[in-house]
């Protein structure tokens, strides 16, 4: 196996917390309010729920090859040639997410404020600081992590603070007045946010607890800070906005951040947009290093070397920004993209996990 | 290599500066946005108030205020053409006030403010009121009685909004889609008055439009207590047994309680409870024993609620549910306002207001 230094629980949560908090906090209340409805907050909160037992199946099936990773386990359990197609197929996903994440980003920035910088300089300049990261290990990762886990804290007090600034409660009423339909509907929509958990799959067996439990303890807080912010920003969002503006406002924690007169700082949103690139970096780096990683166990020993491939994904990825311009296609494609996530960390996981057992009890059988 | 390149990185990040760089010295800073209609059509007559500070080199500066006024068919057909004018870029990063006419105001008016979301760097906390007059005139004098007509008109919104005598109109709260669920709401009106304007009460819109009733100073105090306002120690003056009373509103709590009968509605109830401190009584000075507490809470109830009647009779008559009932019935009673027409019932509903006063002192005499 390819080695990897080993990371703490702690620095395990850091990194998971980073990654499953995307731009989607800056757009989930738009997404959820053409689905849920009033509903946004329940469906976000089921979501979140889904991705725990999602995280404890990734933890069963990491804790039967408690010293291998997934890109060499696979191969394991389904043989060599699909195993390696599979792990083509996850470099693919995560470095396609990768590319989303920062069109998703860039076009964010180009609306709100860079709006006569060119397209190219904005992906450059997140492409660029990102590759040099996912060239990185895991550890030198959960260290950056660590380190901008702050500003989630600042930007959740600010948001969660906005709402001092006269909220309704009555725009969370009726509570599912469309039934459980509008809200699976929207849980569905909002899982995507929660995508990042799958950094287990990777890291499991570099993971340095006490006890296997105690790894899913600390995946489980990440993932418990993950669902108070998605449904800390909904339930702000809902109160504050009415439907309708939700539905024509794709950004409505930047305009909740308008609303806020200091007289020693002007334009609140465009700073915290400007300080969000952390979060969202951390995001995309660790797409970036999980991509690489899946490509170099195409070989049992390695193929290539890890900064080959990560920069190597970078030219793809800013080749490729140039035909993502419209935001219509962005939208279209984060939409394969959602299909992808819940086929490569849900569906696969359960099928690996189904084969594992099957092939010990044909073995203990035999 | 790597530490080397580090601080390339950074200065990456730096790239948008060439790009999107705002020149402080050519900003216009717009403070005031006047809309009224250009003659008989629908051309817009849009002015700009342009703050400065002149003389900022010899201490504390001299503040001015000078208007453009331009006419276009869009708040941003305007815009254009201010720009062929006046040399520099208008900036509505420092936008406190939309103020538009009564003509403009009776025409659907959200239509085109929406458009004033697209501006970039617009921070939309201005708050948005009605002129009842001619609104170029007021806002081409660059002072009144030496205070620039900006600093003028905010000083007289943010003074009476702070003593909570009358609502925070803000512009983010109505755009958009804001007023989508009743489109009823009361902006602050301004009339002329002297050499410049004041406050005078609430204009009340229906259906998004001015309904051309108003309500007056009293009137919206208690209209804003109605409508959940806290108490800010505002100051209530009545009458009673052919003296006055002057009583400061130390607490307030709103309630709505909805009463059905059958399939329908047999009234609602607007409860509020104000706990008071008496300062005046009578031109004599008298001191207060438990018994005339009791008594005069009794008298300034039966006043207030008088008052109260009278407010709800204009709101009702002028169609505007500034209070909200309607959403206030659909969030709790979904499925009876379904099969309503909120429209058509709300002049003829049955609305009582039930005001409860508590005396808590008198003030800081016996």
Redesign the interface.
């Known amino acids: 196996m390819i080695k990897e230094e080993s990371i703490t629980g702690r620095q395990l949560f850091a990194i998971v917390v980073m990654v499953q908090l995307g731009t989607e906090v800056l757009s989930l209340p738009h997404v959820e309010a053409d689905v849920a409805g009033q509903d946004t907050w329940i469906a976000v909160l089921l979501s979140g729920l889904f991705a725990q037992l999602g995280i404890l199946l990734i933890w069963w099936l990491g804790s039967r090859y408690p010293d291998r990773n997934l890109y060499t386990y696979i191969s394991t359990i389904v043989g060599k040639p699909i195993g390696l197609c599979m792990n083509a197929v996850f470099g693919l996903y995560y470095a396609f997410s990768g590319f989303l994440l920062t069109t998703n980003y860039a076009d964010v920035l180009k609306r709100w404020m860079f709006v006569l910088s060119p397209w190219w300089i904005l992906l450059l300049m997140l492409l660029i600081v990102c590759g040099y990261a996912a060239t990185s290990t895991l550890r030198s990762l959960a260290l950056i992590s660590q380190t901008m886990i702050i500003v989630p804290i600042v930007g959740f007090l600010l948001i969660t603070l906005s709402g001092t600034y006269g909220f309704d409660a009555k725009n969370l009423l009726p509570v599912l007045s469309g039934g459980w339909n509008p809200v699976m509907k929207g849980a569905y929509a909002a899982f995507s946010s929660y995508v990042g958990y799958d950094l287990l799959l990777y890291a499991y067996p570099y993971v340095r607890s006490r006890s296997n439990k105690g790894l899913l303890l600390w995946m489980s807080i990440a993932n418990a800070i993950a669902i108070v912010f998605y449904v800390a920003v909904c339930l702000v969002c809902s109160t504050m906005f009415s439907l309708r503006q939700l539905t024509y406002i794709p950004e409505p924690i930047v305009f909740i951040l308008k609303n806020y007169q200091l007289e020693i700082i002007q334009s609140l949103d465009i700073l915290f947009l400007i300080f969000y690139a952390c979060v969202v970096l951390s995001t995309i780096y660790v797409y970036f290093f999980l991509s690489s990683k899946a490509f170099m166990h195409l070989r049992k020993n390695g193929w290539g070397k890890q900064s080959v491939w990560v920069w190597a994904i970078v030219c793809a990825c800013f080749a490729g920004g140039f035909f993502m311009t419209k935001r219509s296609n962005i939208i279209q494609v984060a939409a394969l993209q959602d299909q992808a996530s819940v086929y490569l960390i849900v569906v696969l996981p359960v099928i690996l996990l189904v084969l594992s057992t099957l092939q010990r009890t044909m073995r203990n059988g035999v | 290599m790597?530490k080397a390149?580090?601080p390339l990185?950074i200065t990456?990040?730096l790239?948008?500066g060439?790009?999107?760089q705002h020149e402080l010295k050519k900003l216009l800073f717009v403070d005031i946005v006047g809309i009224d209609y250009a003659g008989d059509n629908r051309q817009l007559k849009v002015n700009f108030v342009i703050s400065s500070l002149r003389e900022a080199n010899q201490g504390g500066g001299r503040p001015s205020a000078i208007s453009y006024e331009t006419t276009g068919v869009s708040l941003f057909d305007a815009v254009a053409n201010t720009n062929k004018v006046v040399p520099g870029d208008l900036s509505a990063?420092e936008t406190r006030l939309y103020l538009i006419s009564t003509r403009f105001a009776k025409d659907k008016p959200l239509n085109i403010l929406n458009a004033s979301?697209q501006f970039?760097?617009?921070?939309?906390?201005a708050h948005l009121a009605v002129y009842d007059g001619d609104l170029s005139e007021l806002l081409s004098r660059s002072k009144i009685k030496d205070v620039p007509v900006s600093d003028l008109l905010m000083g007289l919104l943010e003074g009476e909004i702070k003593r909570g005598k009358i609502p925070?109109n803000?512009l983010?709260?109505y755009i958009?889609?804001?007023?989508?669920?009743i489109n009823d709401f009361a902006l602050n009106r301004f009339v002329p008055s002297g050499e410049g304007a004041r406050l005078a009460g609430l204009a009340l819109f229906s259906d998004g439009r001015y309904t051309g009733t108003n309500l007056n100073n009293e009137e919206t105090q208690l209209a804003n207590l109605m409508n959940g306002a806290q108490g800010k120690i505002q100051t209530i003056v009545g009458r009673m047994d052919g003296s006055h009373y002057s009583v400061l509103v130390q607490n307030a709590k709103r309630k709505f309680r909805i009463v059905r009968s059958g399939e329908g509605i047999n009234h609602i109830e607007v409860s509020l409870k104000l706990d008071l401190k008496i300062v005046e009584e009578d031109t004599e000075l008298n001191k207060h024993s438990k018994d005339v507490f009791k008594s005069l809470e009794k008298t300034i109830e039966e006043d207030l609620t008088s008052k109260a009647v009278e407010v709800i009779a204009t709101l009702q008559k002028a169609n505007c549910d500034y209070f909200?009932l309607g959403?206030?019935v659909?969030?709790?009673h979904?499925k009876l306002y379904g099969k309503m027409n909120w429209r058509e019932l709300y002049p003829k509903l049955r609305i009582k207001p039930v005001i409860h006063v508590n005396i808590l002192n008198s003030g800081i005499l016996e």
């Open positions: 790597r390149l580090a990185l990456c990040l790239l948008t060439c790009w999107d990063l979301s970039l760097s617009n921070p939309l906390y925070s803000k983010l709260h958009l889609g804001g007023t989508n669920f909200q959403h206030e659909a969030a709790y979904p």
